[in-house]
């Protein structure tokens, strides 16, 4: 007998007021899929009240239960693997259900510094831990590709909280409207790295490479400013600016914490043993005009430079599934393809494969922590000098964001286009790959064109 109850739930397109109906319990998490103003997309899932919750500072675990408070030094994908498997085995028969209940959350990039020997020498300009996970026994699924949603729990759920899901769902109206301005209670975002910093550095990435140290190397900027608003709402109104397939608003407890993502990278999807990873290298802006617009795709599509990026992080990222995947299994069914979204094109490569038997969706997320495309080729040695060069620690930023089911299925985001609220500030990075015969004022201006209307259009570039 399954240990779930799913029962159909009235779908509707937008599942903001949904969330919005929840997201007064603790650490509520949706993993938006940017409908109905996204292109692609497919699924929404929304739950909150986690039984246990997963924090990792350092080298450090807490492992937290309203009862209980442990700590660990083990590795922190060990733990969440153990966290999983307190559910049971799982039940690959409801594997078409994107998630029955298991871990959502998010794995920072300075986790990193838990699988790579790497320098430490950046200081964290955050108090968000390196990996927050919940462990939720109730989950609402939207399924927009065929217009369904269910509202499920499992069988450990406690009754009072089925209740007041069930109650509050069901009464949800359609939304309130936005009222205020985009940029309410905000200050303008400054700049940690100054434009000459910046550029010196890409300079100094560009030496490296002719000395063969590596061959590319993502180099970001990271802006912060004050805000004295409700990052709910400011997720609210740049969901609308930036609809993107891979979103994520997570709000931890009562801690005045949250992640707002806006990712239009997949890092890793699981599926029936079936891998999927979505790599992101090449970007340029949208035109002002269709036939501008056409042009801007045009040449990205053409350009050498940055086909030549994005096959460096496929090769890297055919290597990173090698570690558990099965032999000769690994494939490349899209290379720099088109991809469109509000305010760039990219050119996104699609490489799959086949998981080894023994290998579990965390021993294959570990195998590719963190993704290929915000790091560089060779991955250590990029991470090396990007710890070199950067002026403080990344974060959620470049990390991964998503859930990992109790039937074993996963989907996770690469953290781009990323804000995080901590207080009574707002931190967001930018980020590109530098190569041989990078332009550093392109890449510069590459960057302000990926995450200007995160920052604001009038916020300091330099």
């Not at 974060?395 to 953290?415: H, L, P």
């Amino acid at each position: 007998m399954p240990n779930v109850d799913i029962t159909d739930f009235p779908y509707r397109p937008d599942a903001e007021a949904l969330f919005a109906a929840i997201r007064d319990l603790d650490d509520p998490i949706w993993m938006d899929s940017g409908k109905p103003r996204s292109l692609s997309g497919r699924f929404d899932i929304i739950s909150a009240q986690p039984t246990t919750v997963l924090e990792t500072v350092d080298k450090i675990t807490r492992i937290i239960t309203p009862q209980t408070i442990y700590e660990s030094s083990e590795d922190p994908f060990a733990l969440a693997q153990q966290l999983l498997d307190t559910l049971g085995p799982a039940d690959h028969s409801l594997s078409h259900y994107p998630f029955l209940g298991g871990l959502a959350g998010y794995f920072g990039y300075d986790l990193g510094h838990r699988i790579e020997v790497l320098p430490n020498l950046l200081g964290k300009v955050d108090s968000l831990p390196d990996l927050r996970l919940g462990l939720y026994n109730w989950a609402l699924v939207l399924n927009h590709s065929s217009r369904k949603a269910w509202l499920i729990f499992r069988n450990d759920c406690p009754a009072d909280l089925r209740e007041t899901v069930s109650k509050r769902l069901k009464q949800a109206d359609n939304g309130e409207s936005l009222t205020g301005s985009d940029g309410e209670g905000t200050n303008p975002f400054e700049p940690s790295m100054s434009r000459d910093a910046y550029l010196n550095a890409v300079s100094q990435i560009k030496e490296y490479i002719s000395e063969g140290d590596c061959y590319q190397v993502n180099l970001a900027r990271h802006f912060s400013a004050k805000y004295q608003g409700d990052s709910w709402h400011l997720y609210r109104v740049l969901r609308r600016i930036l609809p993107s397939p891979y979103s994520c608003y997570y709000q931890f407890g009562k801690r005045n914490q949250a992640v707002l993502s806006f990712s239009p990278e997949r890092f890793l999807k699981l599926s029936a043993g079936q891998v999927e990873t979505k790599p992101i290298k090449g970007t340029t802006r949208r035109g002002r005009t269709v036939e501008e617009d056409q042009q801007n795709a045009i040449e990205l599509m053409n350009s050498t430079k940055n086909r030549a990026e994005n096959l460096m992080i496929v090769d890297l990222l055919r290597n990173d599934l090698g570690k558990t995947c099965q032999p000769g299994s690994i494939r490349v069914p899209k290379l720099f393809a088109l991809e469109s979204f509000a305010n760039v094109h990219h050119l996104v490569s699609t490489v799959t494969g086949k998981l080894r038997d023994g290998e579990s969706p965390l021993s294959l997320l570990r195998g590719c922590f963190p993704g290929g495309s915000i790091t560089g080729a060779p991955k250590k040695r990029a991470m090396e000098i990007i710890e070199t060069l950067e002026t403080c620690r990344r974060s959620v930023y470049c990390g991964s964001i998503g859930y990992i089911s109790s039937t074993g299925r996963m989907d996770t985001n690469i953290a781009i286009r990323t804000i995080l609220a901590d207080g009574d500030r707002l931190h967001c990075w930018g980020g590109g790959g530098i190569v041989a015969d990078s332009n550093a004022e392109s890449e510069f201006q590459e960057i302000l064109d990926k995450i200007r209307v995160l920052i604001q259009p009038d916020s300091p570039t330099g």
